[in-house]
């Protein structure tokens, strides 16, 4: 993940890779019996901290309904995938929302428009859409098929329970053109990335929060071929040529997942 420069908007353009991992949360979304442009969500699993707005998922169905029209739903969602933790988790959510509207409702909806639509909720939303492996600018919302095997790795992800806002992730940053184009680094076979690709965002969390750079330490002294920091933060990956037998201890989340 490279930070590049900071907008006039106040967004910030990025370059990075997103590939989707199968780490899901549960949505369900059925039919009221009568009545139009309603949505009644509710949750379960992992609490999800509310700021007094309308859920994501609350939010594209409100988008989607003032330019079509839509009858009410039933909205339940089991949250499963960690909250703030660089996973992408809410943006998944907000953008099945809409495919999975779209197909209720037989709206016809061409992939440029639903991401345009979740587009307006969340700047990486748009990539859970076609939900492949992107190589991605702007502010997350530009999005340019990438094509990158890992089929054969296994993937190893530890979460700290640890939250990391995104003011909080973008306050040391310092935006830097980078002198080699992150497509670039990637195309380059994995065992060189360790010396070469790197997520700008360890730069601000890190000594924030020691435990995370710790987890990628240990990451690579079992073994990992590649670690790194998801995103913002706080998950870390790391890529294992062979299955990872060690288990984590002290309370972290972990998954461990065989790419194909």
Known sequence: ????????????????????????????????????????????????????????????????????????VKMHLHKIVPIGAGLGGGSADAAFVATMLNEMFELGLSTK?????????????????RNKPSFVTGRGEILELFDINLSGYWLMLINPNIHIGTKEAYAGIRPLQPTTSLKKLLLRDVSVWKDSVCNDFEVSVFPQHPIIEAIKEQLYSKGATYASMTGSGSTVFGLFEKEPKWKQKDGNQTKIIQLS
Not at 34 to 46: D, L, M, N, Q, Y
Not at 113 to 129: A, R
Request: overall charge negative; proline content about 7%; aromatic content about 10%.
């Open 113 to 129: 428009k639903l991401e345009d639509i979740v587009s307006k909720v969340g700047s990486d939303c748009p990539f859970f859409i």
């Open 1 to 72: 993940m490279n930070v590049i420069r900071k907008r006039e908007d106040g967004y910030h353009d990025i370059e990075s890779v997103f590939y989707p991992v199968p780490w899901r949360d549960v949505l369900e979304i059925v039919p009221e019996k009568a009545g139009k442009g309603k949505v009644t969500f509710t949750s379960s699993g992992i609490v999800i901290p509310s700021d007094g707005k309308p859920n994501l998922c609350e939010q594209v169905y409100e988008l989607m309904h003032h330019e079509f029209g839509l009858s009410s």
